[in-house]
Nanobody, 125 residues
Framework: QVHLAESGGGSVQPGGSLTLACQFS????????MAWFRQGPGKERETVIM????????WYGDSVKGRVTFSRDDDKNTVYLKMNNLKPEDSGMYFC??????????????????WGQGTQVTVSS
């Protein structure tokens, strides 16, 4: 079992920055892959970033590439998503998710097994 808890969402003006945090606990094998997803109003769920804890591999979605930075603090069991130059289209609910398996399994679209409750990001002037 894996427990995930997001924090750090809020309202920000276009061009601003936010850092989201996802604190995790539970089986390491069940969270070989972790990811941030987001879903805006009327939009499909989108993968923001995906990373493989076993090999340090990170994949960034095209819509955020160059504007986000992923980091982790293993002492705090927390991963972070720092988002810069935020745009209104970045608004939505951001979810942290985890699953076990190989990097190939995760990148090939396998469903994630564990999800946090989400944190809301609103970008508007």
């Amino acid at each position: 079992q894996v427990h995930l808890a997001e924090s750090g969402g809020g309202s920000v003006q276009p061009g601003g920055s936010l850092t989201l945090a996802c604190q995790f606990s539970g089986s390491a094998a069940s969270r070989n892959c972790m990811a941030w997803f987001r879903q805006g109003p009327g939009k499909e769920r989108e993968t923001v970033i995906m990373f493989y804890t076993g090999g340090g591999v990170t994949w960034y979605g095209d819509s955020v590439k160059g504007r986000v930075t992923f980091s982790r603090d293993d002492d705090k069991n927390t991963v972070y998503l720092k988002m810069n130059n935020l745009k209104p289209e970045d608004s939505g609910m951001y979810f942290c998710a985890a699953r076990g398996g190989t990097w190939s399994t995760c990148r090939n679209g396998a469903d994630f097994d564990y999800w946090g409750q989400g944190t809301q990001v609103t970008v508007s002037s």
